[in-house]
């Protein structure tokens, strides 16, 4: 069970915050972007994400940091339908070995089923799934997060659905069309791009996004079949599958563990010793997951801040000092650097968010 499902975690600790996502996504979204003449990079160094790290193959990005570059891009671009374009500009080689299994699937319907399976290891950030329903072989794709921004929760969904109908088309052939796709999102001013793309009727405002195939066409042979290579590549994904889960599971017990002693920061000498580890161990184990211990304390500041700035009664002085900041002006320095605005600023954008949303 994740902290996200976990009812006795403590306030400021969620699956956002832990750097688990490979970041294909955003790998993508700066190719498109660059495309346009628009530089994401100083964006993605301010949530920690600098070129060396971003061509790191053992890097890991959180919901946090992804859907802050994604919000930046929405906003620089004023393009609406973003989110199409970087599933469009996928291949299956940014899945890694995942897209190689998925090549030498049996069929299509095993190729998504697989990679529902090890969504997890695809730097998918929405949660999948699929399975027979009355109109169709469905995949499923629902977001992490309903309470999400809007404008980033519509780039998910149309990435998403848009880079499934783009990975089917490059590994069975350019005229797959689905028998149907639904957004769970009001009906665009536009909704003409849709159809051009995906090619079959189109549905918006439902309650969860799908992809409708045809279970004679989800029975179709890959081109690429091969049992063996796919047998082969599933034994290493599920040790890379268990291997994410140890570090999942370590990111989390040491988020909660920060979260619940603030505004005392634990040393990283007090947290080896709660993991019965040396320090040298324990470091090595964290960048095995691609993130810091230090890391791991801004992005748990980080969301206690900003749910603590939605509490008009609570002075900056009670944020800093609930946050574990030494004084407001620290406080100030850690606000911009996140959201390169000041604290007052982003107060008000937030209350105003969940006032217009209130009404």
């Given at each position: 069970?994740?902290?996200?499902?976990?009812?006795?975690?403590?306030?400021?600790?969620?699956?956002?915050?832990?750097?688990?996502?490979?970041?294909?996504?955003?790998?993508?979204?700066t190719?498109?972007?660059?495309?346009?003449?628009?530089?994401?990079?100083p964006h993605?160094?301010?949530?920690?994400?600098?070129?060396?790290?971003?061509?790191?193959?053992?890097?890991?990005?959180?919901?946090?940091q992804?859907?802050?570059?994604i919000?930046?891009?929405?906003?620089?671009?004023?393009?609406?339908?973003?989110g199409?374009?970087?599933?469009?500009?996928?291949?299956?080689?940014?899945?890694?070995?995942?897209?190689?299994?998925?090549?030498?699937?049996?069929?299509?319907?095993?190729?998504?089923?697989?990679?529902?399976?090890?969504?997890?290891?695809?730097?998918?950030?929405m949660?999948?799934?699929?399975?027979?329903?009355?109109?169709?072989?469905?995949?499923?794709?629902?977001l992490?997060?309903?309470?999400?921004?809007?404008?980033?929760?519509?780039?998910?969904?149309?990435?998403?659905?848009?880079?499934?109908?783009?990975?089917?088309?490059?590994t069975?052939?350019?005229?797959?069309?689905?028998?149907a796709?639904?957004?769970a999102?009001?009906a665009?001013?536009r909704?003409?791009?849709?159809?051009?793309?995906?090619?079959?009727?189109?549905?918006f405002?439902?309650p969860?996004?799908?992809?409708?195939?045809?279970?004679?066409?989800?029975?179709?042979?890959?081109?690429?079949?091969?049992?063996?290579?796919?047998t082969?590549?599933?034994?290493?994904?599920?040790?890379q599958?268990a291997?994410?889960?140890?570090?999942?599971?370590?990111l989390?017990?040491?988020?909660?563990?920060?979260?619940q002693?603030?505004?005392?920061?634990?040393?990283?000498?007090?947290?080896?010793?709660?993991?019965?580890?040396?320090?040298?161990?324990?470091?090595?184990?964290?960048?095995?997951?691609?993130?810091?211990?230090?890391?791991?304390?801004?992005?748990?500041?980080?969301?206690?801040v900003?749910?603590?700035?939605?509490?008009?009664?609570?002075?900056?002085?009670?944020?800093?000092?609930?946050?574990?900041?030494?004084?407001?002006?620290?406080?100030?320095?850690?606000?911009?650097?996140?959201?390169?605005?000041s604290?007052?600023?982003?107060?008000?954008?937030?209350?105003?968010?969940?006032?217009?949303?209130?009404?």
């Open positions: 069970m994740s902290v996200a499902d976990d009812p006795t975690a403590p306030a400021g600790t969620s699956r956002s915050t832990s750097a688990t996502i490979q970041p294909n996504i955003l790998r993508y979204l190719v498109v972007t660059d495309q346009r003449g628009i530089d994401l990079r993605l160094k301010q949530v920690g994400l600098d070129e060396t790290v971003m061509h790191s193959a053992a890097l890991r990005v959180s919901y946090r992804g859907s802050a570059v919000r930046r891009a929405l906003e620089l671009t004023g393009d609406e339908h973003l199409m374009k970087v599933g469009a500009a996928q291949h299956l080689t940014a899945w890694g070995l995942l897209g190689f299994a998925l090549m030498a699937a049996d069929t299509l319907r095993q190729a998504i089923e697989t990679g529902v399976r090890y969504q997890n290891l695809s730097g998918a950030m949660v999948w799934s699929a399975g027979e329903e009355d109109d169709g072989f469905v995949l499923r794709a629902d992490p997060d309903p309470a999400m921004d809007p404008a980033v929760a519509v780039f998910l969904i149309e990435e998403a659905l848009t880079s499934v109908l783009t990975l089917a088309r490059l069975i052939g350019p005229a797959f069309v689905p028998r796709v639904e957004f999102f009001p665009p001013r909704s003409d791009p849709y159809g051009a793309l995906f090619g079959c009727p189109v549905r405002g439902v969860v996004s799908r992809l409708v195939i045809d279970p004679v066409r989800a029975r179709t042979t890959m081109p690429g079949r091969d049992p063996v290579t796919y082969s590549a599933l034994e290493t994904l599920d040790a599958l291997s994410r889960r140890h570090q999942q599971e370590l989390e017990v040491m988020e909660i563990s920060i979260a002693s603030l505004p005392t920061i634990p040393s990283f000498a007090e947290q080896a010793r709660r993991h019965a580890a040396s320090e040298r161990t324990l470091r090595r184990r964290l960048a095995d997951c691609g993130t810091t211990y230090e890391a791991l304390v801004d992005g748990v500041r980080r969301e206690r900003e749910q603590l700035l939605r509490r008009p009664e609570l002075t900056l002085r009670d944020i800093a000092h609930q946050a574990g900041f030494s004084d407001q002006r620290t406080l100030r320095r850690a606000v911009r650097r996140w959201h390169g605005t604290s007052q600023r982003l107060r008000e954008e937030m209350l105003g968010l969940e006032k217009a949303a209130d009404s």
